[in-house]
Protein backbone atom coordinates (compact mmCIF):
# COMPACT_ATOMS: atom_id res chain seq x y z
CA UNK A 1 0.00 0.00 0.00
CA UNK A 2 1.28 3.43 -0.97
CA UNK A 3 2.21 5.85 2.12
CA UNK A 4 2.19 10.04 1.94
CA UNK A 5 5.49 11.36 3.57
CA UNK A 6 6.33 14.72 4.92
CA UNK A 7 9.60 16.47 4.55
CA UNK A 8 11.93 15.41 7.72
CA UNK A 9 10.92 11.78 7.04
CA UNK A 10 12.19 11.72 3.27
CA UNK A 11 15.49 13.48 4.87
CA UNK A 12 16.03 11.25 7.44
CA UNK A 13 15.52 8.30 4.99
CA UNK A 14 17.78 9.39 2.56
CA UNK A 15 20.19 9.02 4.90
CA UNK A 16 20.04 6.00 6.01
CA UNK A 17 22.13 2.60 4.71
CA UNK A 18 18.67 0.52 4.32
CA UNK A 19 16.67 3.30 2.57
CA UNK A 20 15.38 0.74 0.47
CA UNK A 21 12.90 -0.70 3.51
CA UNK A 22 10.53 2.11 2.74
CA UNK A 23 10.16 1.44 -1.50
CA UNK A 24 10.16 -2.25 -0.44
CA UNK A 25 7.11 -2.08 2.51
CA UNK A 26 4.71 0.62 1.04
CA UNK A 27 6.31 0.32 -2.88
CA UNK A 28 5.16 3.64 -3.54
CA UNK A 29 5.76 6.98 -1.48
CA UNK A 30 3.30 10.10 -2.12
CA UNK A 31 3.98 13.95 -1.61
CA UNK A 32 3.51 17.39 -2.98
CA UNK A 33 5.57 19.64 -4.46
CA UNK A 34 5.31 21.37 -1.27
CA UNK A 35 6.99 19.08 0.32
CA UNK A 36 10.05 18.38 -2.21
CA UNK A 37 10.36 22.18 -2.13
CA UNK A 38 11.83 22.06 1.35
CA UNK A 39 14.20 19.30 0.79
CA UNK A 40 17.58 21.34 0.11
CA UNK A 41 20.64 18.55 0.57
CA UNK A 42 22.23 16.92 -1.66
CA UNK A 43 21.89 13.66 0.01
CA UNK A 44 18.11 14.03 0.12
CA UNK A 45 17.63 15.65 -3.20
CA UNK A 46 19.92 12.40 -4.68
CA UNK A 47 17.43 9.79 -3.22
CA UNK A 48 14.13 11.90 -3.95
CA UNK A 49 15.62 11.84 -7.82
CA UNK A 50 16.19 7.92 -7.45
CA UNK A 51 12.67 7.20 -5.80
CA UNK A 52 10.90 9.75 -9.43
CA UNK A 53 13.36 7.95 -11.52
CA UNK A 54 12.43 4.63 -10.03
CA UNK A 55 8.74 5.30 -10.28
CA UNK A 56 8.25 4.97 -6.57
CA UNK A 57 7.85 8.73 -5.85
CA UNK A 58 4.35 10.38 -6.54
CA UNK A 59 3.94 14.02 -6.82
CA UNK A 60 0.70 14.84 -6.03
CA UNK A 61 -0.90 18.27 -7.15
CA UNK A 62 -1.87 20.67 -4.57
CA UNK A 63 -5.51 20.74 -5.18
CA UNK A 64 -7.97 22.94 -3.65
CA UNK A 65 -9.76 20.31 -2.08
CA UNK A 66 -5.57 19.38 -0.57
CA UNK A 67 -5.59 23.36 0.58
CA UNK A 68 -9.24 23.09 2.26
CA UNK A 69 -7.97 20.41 4.42
CA UNK A 70 -5.09 21.75 5.26
CA UNK A 71 -6.51 25.12 5.95
CA UNK A 72 -9.54 23.21 8.68
CA UNK A 73 -6.05 21.01 10.32
CA UNK A 74 -4.22 24.03 10.95
CA UNK A 75 -7.22 26.46 12.29
CA UNK A 76 -8.01 22.95 14.46
CA UNK A 77 -4.00 22.92 15.76
CA UNK A 78 -3.69 26.68 16.27
CA UNK A 79 -6.89 26.66 18.34
CA UNK A 80 -5.90 23.39 20.51
CA UNK A 81 -3.27 24.21 23.13
CA UNK A 82 -2.42 20.41 23.86
CA UNK A 83 -1.20 20.44 20.01
CA UNK A 84 2.21 21.40 19.23
CA UNK A 85 3.64 23.49 16.25
CA UNK A 86 2.62 21.99 12.87
CA UNK A 87 4.47 23.10 9.99
CA UNK A 88 3.21 23.29 6.65
CA UNK A 89 5.12 19.60 5.22
CA UNK A 90 3.21 18.44 7.49
CA UNK A 91 -0.04 19.94 7.37
CA UNK A 92 -0.10 18.73 3.58
CA UNK A 93 1.14 15.09 4.47
CA UNK A 94 -1.91 14.73 6.92
CA UNK A 95 -3.86 16.00 4.44
CA UNK A 96 -2.74 13.63 1.35
CA UNK A 97 -3.28 10.86 3.80
CA UNK A 98 -6.78 12.01 4.95
CA UNK A 99 -8.07 12.70 1.03
CA UNK A 100 -6.23 9.24 -0.05
CA UNK A 101 -7.18 7.61 2.51
CA UNK A 102 -3.45 6.50 2.94
CA UNK A 103 -0.89 6.43 6.14
CA UNK A 104 1.00 9.28 6.68
CA UNK A 105 5.08 8.97 7.44
CA UNK A 106 5.90 11.71 10.29
CA UNK A 107 8.03 11.83 12.69
CA UNK A 108 6.51 15.76 13.90
CA UNK A 109 4.88 15.21 17.36
CA UNK A 110 2.56 18.36 16.02
CA UNK A 111 0.99 16.08 13.65
CA UNK A 112 1.00 13.18 15.16
CA UNK A 113 -1.00 14.68 18.00
CA UNK A 114 -3.29 16.50 15.95
CA UNK A 115 -4.22 13.59 13.80
CA UNK A 116 -4.79 11.73 17.27
CA UNK A 117 -6.97 14.76 18.14
CA UNK A 118 -8.69 16.26 15.44
CA UNK A 119 -11.95 14.61 14.53
CA UNK A 120 -11.92 13.98 10.25
CA UNK A 121 -8.24 12.22 11.14
CA UNK A 122 -9.65 9.75 13.33
CA UNK A 123 -9.00 6.92 11.06
CA UNK A 124 -6.06 8.49 9.68
CA UNK A 125 -2.73 5.72 10.58
CA UNK A 126 0.59 7.89 11.21
CA UNK A 127 3.96 6.01 11.41
CA UNK A 128 7.11 7.48 12.46
CA UNK A 129 10.37 5.46 11.76
CA UNK A 130 10.14 2.77 14.75
CA UNK A 131 6.84 1.76 13.52
CA UNK A 132 8.12 1.92 9.92
CA UNK A 133 11.01 -0.38 10.90
CA UNK A 134 8.82 -2.61 13.29
CA UNK A 135 6.48 -3.57 9.98
CA UNK A 136 9.23 -4.04 7.60
CA UNK A 137 10.45 -6.19 11.01
CA UNK A 138 6.72 -8.42 10.94
CA UNK A 139 6.98 -8.43 6.80
CA UNK A 140 9.77 -10.38 7.07
CA UNK A 141 11.94 -7.21 5.20
CA UNK A 142 14.40 -7.57 8.15
CA UNK A 143 15.51 -10.57 9.39
CA UNK A 144 14.92 -11.47 12.59
CA UNK A 145 18.75 -11.67 13.24
CA UNK A 146 18.82 -8.00 12.78
CA UNK A 147 15.61 -7.31 15.10
CA UNK A 148 18.08 -5.19 17.55
CA UNK A 149 20.74 -3.70 15.23
CA UNK A 150 17.89 -2.00 12.95
CA UNK A 151 17.22 0.52 15.14
CA UNK A 152 20.74 0.95 15.89
CA UNK A 153 21.96 1.43 12.43
CA UNK A 154 18.98 4.41 11.94
CA UNK A 155 19.84 5.97 15.07
CA UNK A 156 23.29 6.22 13.39
CA UNK A 157 22.59 6.90 10.04
CA UNK A 158 19.94 9.99 10.82
CA UNK A 159 20.93 10.85 14.68
CA UNK A 160 17.25 10.35 15.13
CA UNK A 161 16.95 8.92 18.82
CA UNK A 162 14.32 6.69 19.72
CA UNK A 163 12.29 7.28 23.29
CA UNK A 164 13.86 4.68 25.30
CA UNK A 165 10.79 3.20 26.90
CA UNK A 166 8.76 3.64 23.38
CA UNK A 167 11.58 1.09 21.71
CA UNK A 168 11.69 -1.27 24.61
CA UNK A 169 7.98 -1.57 24.15
CA UNK A 170 8.49 -2.15 20.42
CA UNK A 171 10.98 -5.29 20.73
CA UNK A 172 9.36 -6.74 23.59
CA UNK A 173 6.65 -6.65 21.19
CA UNK A 174 8.33 -8.17 18.67
CA UNK A 175 9.75 -11.04 20.71
CA UNK A 176 6.80 -11.71 22.33
CA UNK A 177 5.60 -12.13 18.67
CA UNK A 178 8.47 -14.18 17.19
CA UNK A 179 10.05 -11.71 15.30
CA UNK A 180 12.81 -11.09 17.26
CA UNK A 181 15.51 -12.87 18.85
Known sequence: MPVVADTC??????????????????????????????????????????????????????????????????????????????????????????????????????ARRLASLHPTLARLEVLGAIEVLEKAIIEGIVDVDECTSIFDEYTIDTKHMFPRKRLNRVLENLRNKGYCR
Do not use: C, H
Open 9 to 110: FIIDWSRFRRRDILVRLFGKIIVTQYIINEIKSDYAIEYVSSLIASDKLYIYPITSSVERVVMDLMSYAIRDPRIPRVDEPELYALALGFILDLPVLTENRG
